[in-house]
C-alpha cells in the first residue's frame, strides 16, 4: 500500500511540477499548500498504523505470504479493500447483524468445509441432478460479476483509451 500511496504523490508531484513550471511563480505550487502535505501526513500516519497492525496479526506467517506473492501482492491488497468496502455497503444497506456465537460462524464454515472435501457429496449431488441448481448458482454470481465490471468499466467492451 506505501507504494501506492508514494506513486500517487509522485504523479500529483510531476503534474504540478509540469503545469507550475511554465507559470512565473512557483510559490503557488499546490505541493507548498499546506492542506496538501497534511493530506498526505495523514496518509502516511494511517499506511503505517494499518501496516503495524498487519504485522502484529499476521506475524512471521504472513511477512512470508506476502513476499512469496510477489507483484501481485498489490493488487490483491486492494481488491480485497474494495471486496471489503462493498460487502460493509450492503451489509449497512441490508441492515444485517452478525451471529455473535463463535458456534454459529464455526458450525457454517464446517459445514461448508466438510461438503466441499466429501468425495460423496459430490456423487450424491450428480445422482439426483442437484448439480444443475448448484450450476445456475454460479452462472448467476459469474453474470453478475460480470455486469458489475461492465457498469464499471462503462462500456460493454474495454476500456475507453484516450491516446
Known sequence: ??????????????RFNSSSSSS????????????????????????????ATVKKVAGPLGERVGSALGGYREPLVYNS???????????????LSPPLDTAVWARAYSQIWSRASNLGYWRDLLKTGAWAGLGVAALEAYGIFKIGEIVGRRNLVGYKVKE
Do not use: I
Open 1 to 14: 500500500m506505501r507504494p501506492q500511496v508514494v506513486r500517487a504523490t509522485r504523479l500529483v508531484g510531476r
Open 24 to 51: 512565473s511563480s512557483s510559490s503557488s505550487s499546490p505541493l507548498n499548500n499546506p492542506n496538501v502535505q497534511k493530506a498526505v501526513e495523514g496518509a502516511q500516519k494511517a499506511y503505517n498504523q494499518t501496516a
Open 81 to 95: 479493500k474494495v471486496v471489503a468496502s462493498v460487502a460493509k455497503q450492503v451489509w449497512q444497506a441490508e441492515k
